[in-house]
């Protein structure tokens, strides 16, 4: 019997109004409130709805289901709800959703009698051996014993579909009105009907076995591969074996080593595929089967490391491997397959693969390279280098959670690199470009930069974008809204400019930093070679390897002395109290306040004990 499924399609949870635990009103409307039964629930749990008349307003949990049913004697006519859910049917159920608030479900019933209005005479000889169907409606009947009155419903049923109630058996013969009924792939009889028709349907065969030979040249031996009797193995060697009537043979051939040209049964030519054979034992029959084994031809295959990959005559799903050593080697093929796969180790690259001399391009994902069109004397070449991943970019991300959607960073072979929050290192070589970096969610933007410079997605108003990076790139992902940017303006007294090294999100170092830096707020910034920095007298903590770090968060002047170190000036400056003089010792205020060192007059000062430059 053919199989029909049903597919339930989970709605996208932005679109749905309503929660799991919401109400829906809805009025149940039925010409006959006695004909049928209504229930609400689920399929394990189902409450009955009290119909109390021809409208009945029904209240039930969103997401549940409604159920109708008609009682015996009765069909479903017509089941609607503001568009058709059934017709002619026993029984029939919907969703409930949010959206069905307010609306109908109107059922009208019609009597059996009123639809079975045709009718055929059935016989079977072994009626528990027999699946009678009709088709439109899928309507099962269960047949008796001797001459069956079988009411059907000529609008929606007009054929019939009979086969054995086992799945691995067949029945004999169906006949209308004494003509016989073909069988069909799914071991079916099926046959238009009418008012008035006669079915005959034989199950039983005679209770007798059948020798089934089979023949065929002496250069295959191992042309069968196997054989069954109603699904059973049959013991091999197979030349011949009994067979039951009635049961369904099927014998299969070795096809990667013989070429099956024709396959008869008592001298009937088979047509369709020549891999196997099937038929119902009826009688003592020949299969006869002209075959001839596959040609042979050999290519040669030269490899570098054979440890790094796997090499498959055909597909690597065959799991027809081919061990090869380091060097030349001579591989064997069949006239029949014409194509070789090669899979390379996971974090491998090709660095050469041809066949004679064509370079094939591309990586093969994990499902391997494909060389088609093999024949005599064909080379490949193939050089497989781990991958060294020795360069690196850094990828900065603000916040993962609007990513709700997806978020990803995938390389040229479709790998991802799984990233955090902040700031991630990522390790590559050449072979990883392009990326591909993307993500999505309601409440996120695509805004990605490189080095600065703003990176547009692959389409208008898209969600991803291909980079080519290259070692020490800064890529930065805002998944929500663009910071401001802020700008530390230099300014540099003394000897020793060589030695001061200024760096953004760690690894960039900028060239010009005299010239000012500006980037994204939260951009750390390191300097390295002053001796110290303080700002309006105030000495900063350098870390363990000398080395001044703070984040980007407001516009900075700083000045930065070589010889005595570097004095950041900005706002919101917090200062200890200290004494301040002039050039020539002169205390000039005592326990100055940050405010007081700001408003100085351009000039040199000792402040806190240090000489320093105050300039406007």
């Given at each position: ?101 307010g609306g109908v479900l109107d059922i009208t019933t019609i009597a059996e009698t009123d639809i079975y209005t045709a ?498």
């Amino acid at each position: 019997m053919k199989k029909f499924y049903s597919f339930l399609f989970l709605a996208v949870a932005g679109l749905l109004t309503f929660a799991a635990s919401a109400q829906v009103k809805f009025t149940v409307k039925v010409d006959d409130p006695s004909k049928v039964v209504v229930e609400t629930g689920y399929w394990s749990a189902r409450t009955p709805v009290e119909l109390t008349g021809e409208e009945t307003e029904v209240e039930a949990n969103a997401y549940e289901y409604v159920f109708i049913t008609a009682v015996d004697g009765y069909m479903l006519d017509k089941v609607t709800f503001g568009y058709e859910i059934a017709n002619r049917v026993k029984s029939t159920y919907k969703t409930i959703w949010g959206s069905d608030e307010g609306g109908v479900l109107d059922i009208t019933t019609i009597a059996e009698t009123d639809i079975y209005t045709a009718s055929l005479t059935v016989t079977a000889d072994n009626p528990s051996a027999v699946n009678f169907l009709f088709a439109g409606s899928y309507r099962s009947v269960m047949l008796g014993e001797g001459e069956n009155t079988v009411l059907f419903d000529p609008k929606n049923e007009s054929g019939i579909m009979v086969s054995h109630t086992d799945y691995g058996k067949i029945l004999r013969s169906v006949k209308v009105n004494g003509e016989a009924v073909s069988m069909n792939s799914y071991k079916e009889f099926e046959a238009n009907v009418a008012d008035g028709d006669v079915v005959e349907i034989e199950a039983n065969f005679p209770d007798e076995e059948y020798a089934v030979l089979f023949t065929y040249p002496e250069n295959c031996p191992n042309l069968i591969s196997r054989a069954t009797v109603d699904y059973v193995e049959q013991q091999l060697p197979i030349n011949g074996f009994m067979a039951q009537a009635g049961s369904i043979v099927r014998a299969y051939f070795d096809t990667e080593k013989y070429n099956v040209s024709s396959v008869s049964v008592n001298g009937v030519v088979q047509s369709g595929a020549k891999s196997y054979v099937e038929f119902i034992a009826t009688e003592p029959t020949i299969v006869n089967v002209e075959a001839k084994p596959y040609e042979k031809y050999t290519i040669t295959v030269e490899v570098d490391n054979p440890e790094l990959m796997g090499f498959y005559r055909g597909s690597q799903y065959n799991y027809d491997v081919v061990e090869l050593e380091a060097g030349v080697n001579v591989v064997e093929f069949t006239e029949n397959v014409t194509y070789a796969t090669v899979v390379k180790a996971s974090d491998c690259y090709y660095e050469t693969l041809t066949l004679n001399g064509v370079e094939y391009k591309g990586d093969d994902y994990g499902y391997g390279v494909s060389l088609s069109n093999l024949k005599q004397d064909d080379k490949i070449v193939i050089s497989v280098k781990p991958i060294v991943r020795n360069k690196k970019f850094v990828y900065y991300v603000d916040d993962l959670s609007a990513c709700t959607w997806y978020h990803q960073v995938q390389r040229a072979d479709r790998s991802y690199v799984y990233v955090n929050d902040g700031y991630n290192e990522v390790p590559f070589y050449d072979g990883d470009n392009d990326f591909t970096i993307g993500w999505a969610g309601p409440g996120s933007s695509f805004n990605l930069y490189r080095n600065g410079e703003k990176v547009e997605p692959a389409s208008e108003g898209g969600s991803y974008a291909t980079v080519t990076v290259e070692d020490g790139d800064v890529l930065k992902a805002y998944t929500t809204e663009v910071p401001e940017t802020y700008t530390i303006n230099f300014e540099y007294v003394g000897e020793g400019a060589e030695n001061i090294k200024v760096y953004t999100d760690y690894i960039t170092e900028v060239a010009d930093w005299q010239n000012g830096v500006t980037s994204f707020a939260g951009t750390p910034i390191t300097i390295t070679g002053a001796l110290e920095v303080d700002e309006y007298g105030i000495r900063f903590t350098p870390d363990e390897d000398g080395n001044f770090n703070f984040i980007l968060d407001r516009d900075y002047n700083l000045v930065i002395d070589a010889t005595t170190g570097a004095i950041l000036v900005g706002a919101d400056a917090k200062a200890n109290n200290g004494n301040v003089y002039n050039a020539q010792g002169m205390l000039i205020i005592e326990n100055a306040t940050a405010e007081q060192i700001k408003a100085l007059a351009p000039g040199l000062y000792i402040i806190n004990g240090v000489k320093r430059v105050i300039r406007k």
